[in-house]
C-alpha cells in the first residue's frame, strides 16, 4: 500500500497545507457560531443581526472560488494557496479587530470571498502533487479537515473563551478570530 509515509517532503507538505488551510476554514466557520451572542453583545446588535455576518461569507463564497481558481489556473496553484491564505489571514484579524458592526460585516465578506478559494485550490494542489495511487487516501484526508475544524472550535472555544485569563482584557470573541489567524505564521 502507497502511503503518507511513502510521499516526498513536498508531497507532505502539500498535504498538510491542503488539509489544514480546509480545517481552518471549518473553524472559522463554527468559531463564529459558537461566539454570535458574545458578537451581538459587543456590537449591541441582536443575535440574528450578527448571524447575517455567517450568511455574507457564505453567499460569497462562490465569488471566491471562481476568482481564486481562476488565478490558480493561470499562476500556478501553490502561489494561489499562498495568497488565498493569507486574504484569509488578513481578513481573519481585521474581523476580530473590527472597530464597528459595519467594518466586521465588511470583513466578514471579504473574508467569504477567500474562504472561497481554500476548497478549489488547495484540493487541486493535493491532487496533483500526491501520487495517482494515493488520490482516494488523500480525498478522504483531506475532507477529514472540515470535521476536524469544527473539533479544534470546539476545543478552543470552550476553555479558553469560558474559563480563560484571556476573556478578562479583551472581548471573548477576539481570541478565537486571532487564533484562527495563527496559521500564517
Known amino acids: 500500500m502507497y502511503t503518507p509515509l511513502n510521499w516526498t517532503m513536498t508531497q507532505r507538505h502539500v498535504a498538510f497545507a491542503s488539509f489544514t488551510s480546509w480545517m481552518l476554514d471549518a473553524f472559522d466557520f463554527f468559531i463564529l457560531v459558537f ?8 456590537f449591541h446588535a441582536s443575535v440574528s443581526d450578527v448571524s447575517i455576518a455567517i450568511m455574507l461569507t457564505l453567499a460569497v463564497r462562490p465569488i471566491g472560488a471562481l476568482l481564486f481558481g481562476r488565478m490558480a489556473e ?3 496553484r501553490r502561489p494561489i494557496l499562498m495568497l488565498n491564505i493569507l486574504f484569509f489571514t488578513v481578513f481573519e484579524l481585521l474581523s476580530a479587530w473590527s472597530p464597528t458592526f459595519m467594518a466586521f ?6 473574508y467569504g470571498v477567500a474562504m472561497g478559494g481554500i ?4 484540493s487541486s494542489l ?26 479544534f472550535a470546539s476545543v478552543i472555544f470552550w476553555p479558553l473563551l469560558q474559563y480563560g485569563w484571556l476573556a478578562r482584557y479583551v472581548p471573548d470573541w477576539r481570541p478565537a478570530h486571532c487564533v484562527a489567524a495563527l496559521y500564517l505564521v
Open 35 to 42: 461566539v454570535l451572542s458574545d458578537l451581538a453583545e459587543w
Open 119 to 122: 476548497w478549489g485550490v488547495a
Open 126 to 151: 493535493a491532487m496533483e502533487t500526491i501520487p495517482d495511487r494515493s488520490r482516494g487516501l488523500m480525498s478522504g484526508i483531506f475532507q477529514a479537515g472540515y470535521p476536524c475544524g469544527y473539533l
Open 74 to 76: 493561470k499562476y500556478g
Open 105 to 110: 460585516l465588511i470583513f466578514r465578506v471579504m
